[in-house]
């Protein structure tokens, strides 16, 4: 594959479509989820040159983890594809609680590496800060696993700008994942030019804006999921919302592409993010992100779009 990319300064080399799987066995964040058809969506990936695949404890909790482990192992996969997983918290009677103490941070990975069937893991996040351990005592923890071998790179997600820092004392952190689309663009005040100046990586998650940014609703949607809480969905916001990707649709039909493979390639001209992680609940969806890699943008085009969102 011609067209893979290094994700910052990690060494590792990839499809700039990565797949993010929280739909995979991730049975805590959508209902009916079957296992088989996550595992059906990891094949595809790897059938068709993705070969960065995004995970973490959380998801299922564990289910999607074991998931792709089981994959990677049936296709004799994993020399072939960088994969990340992400964790620091742990379910206490049903409740999240978060724990970034180097103890517990390096018992996280062995357990990863466990269910991933895998003897090390190339890019590992800490999902979440927590508020008593010092980001650099955490961080420092995971140089430590990273000198042994049993990850390859060091990714933070979730840190405020302040965390950030800290956690990068001693400039081990080398990507940072955060919530970035085109509706929520706050991370280009602070967290973004912090990465350019630090060669960190900058992959940002929830891409798509919960499915705002497909192009695939319209004033009477009605939604039951997470989404009847987000306030990009709700009122008079939720309209103008929608007439925003009225404005994307229109570019998206005059070069014949879907909105959603218009909205990833718009951030992968941007210099921060290497890659993009859009999820997939069918295979199919899988094949339909592949085809952000075919659109070319001009620079009009780029400034038009960034222009419709601020």
């Given at each position: 594959?011609s067209?893979?990319?290094?994700?910052?300064?990690?060494?590792?080399?990839?499809?700039?479509?990565?797949l993010?799987?929280?739909?995979v066995?991730?049975?805590?964040?959508?209902?009916?989820?079957?296992?088989?058809?996550?595992?059906?969506i990891?094949?595809a990936?790897?059938?068709?040159?993705?070969?960065f695949?995004d995970?973490?404890?959380?998801y299922?909790?564990?289910k999607?983890?074991?998931?792709?482990?089981?994959?990677?192992?049936e296709?004799?996969?994993r020399?072939?594809?960088?994969l990340a997983?992400?964790?620091?918290?742990?379910?206490?009677?049903?409740?999240?609680?978060?724990?970034?103490?180097?103890?517990?941070?390096?018992?996280?990975?062995e357990n990863?590496?466990?269910r991933?069937?895998?003897d090390?893991?190339?890019?590992?996040?800490?999902?979440?800060?927590?508020?008593?351990?010092?980001?650099?005592?955490a961080?420092?923890?995971l140089?430590?696993?990273?000198e042994?071998?049993?990850i390859?790179s060091?990714?933070?997600?979730?840190?405020?700008?302040?965390?950030?820092?800290e956690?990068?004392?001693d400039?081990?952190?080398?990507?940072?994942?955060?919530?970035?689309?085109?509706f929520?663009?706050?991370?280009?005040?602070?967290?973004?030019?912090?990465?350019?100046?630090?060669n960190?990586?900058f992959?940002?998650?929830?891409?798509?804006?919960s499915g705002?940014?497909?192009g695939?609703f319209?004033?009477n949607s009605?939604?039951?999921d997470?989404?009847?809480?987000?306030?990009l969905f709700?009122g008079?916001?939720?309209i103008?919302?929608?007439?925003?990707?009225?404005?994307?649709?229109?570019?998206?039909?005059?070069?014949h592409v879907?909105?959603?493979?218009?909205?990833?390639?718009?951030?992968?001209?941007?210099?921060?993010i290497?890659?993009?992680?859009?999820?997939?609940?069918?295979?199919?969806?899988v094949?339909?992100?592949?085809?952000?890699?075919?659109?070319?943008?001009?620079?009009?085009?780029?400034?038009?779009?960034?222009?419709?969102?601020?």
């Amino acid at each position: 594959m011609s067209n893979k990319v290094e994700i910052g300064s990690t060494g590792l080399f990839v499809n700039p479509i990565g797949l993010g799987t929280n739909a995979v066995g991730g049975h805590n964040i959508f209902p009916n989820l079957k296992d088989e058809t996550g595992k059906e969506i990891v094949r595809a990936a790897l059938q068709n040159d993705i070969n960065f695949i995004d995970t973490a404890y959380m998801y299922g909790p564990e289910k999607s983890e074991i998931l792709i482990g089981e994959v990677l192992k049936e296709t004799g996969q994993r020399a072939n594809v960088v994969l990340a997983t992400k964790g620091g918290q742990k379910y206490m009677n049903d409740k999240m609680e978060v724990d970034n103490s180097p103890k517990f941070l390096r018992e996280t990975v062995e357990n990863s590496l466990r269910r991933l069937q895998t003897d090390y893991i190339d890019l590992f996040y800490i999902h979440f800060p927590d508020e008593q351990t010092p980001k650099y005592e955490a961080v420092g923890e995971l140089h430590r696993l990273k000198e042994e071998g049993k990850i390859r790179s060091i990714g933070v997600s979730n840190f405020s700008m302040n965390q950030l820092r800290e956690g990068n004392k001693d400039g081990y952190i080398e990507v940072i994942q955060s919530g970035y689309n085109l509706f929520k663009r706050d991370a280009e005040e602070d967290l973004i030019p912090y990465s350019l100046e630090n060669n960190i990586s900058f992959i940002p998650y929830f891409p798509l804006a919960s499915g705002l940014l497909t192009g695939k609703f319209s004033p009477n949607s009605t939604f039951e999921d997470g989404r009847a809480k987000n306030p990009l969905f709700q009122g008079e916001a939720f309209i103008q919302n929608l007439n925003k990707v009225d404005e994307l649709k229109a570019i998206a039909n005059n070069k014949h592409v879907a909105v959603s493979n218009l909205v990833l390639a718009w951030y992968l001209k941007q210099e921060s993010i290497d890659v993009v992680i859009p999820g997939a609940k069918k295979p199919e969806q899988v094949l339909e992100n592949i085809k952000t890699l075919e659109i070319k943008l001009s620079k009009d085009e780029i400034n038009e779009i960034s222009k419709i969102f601020h």
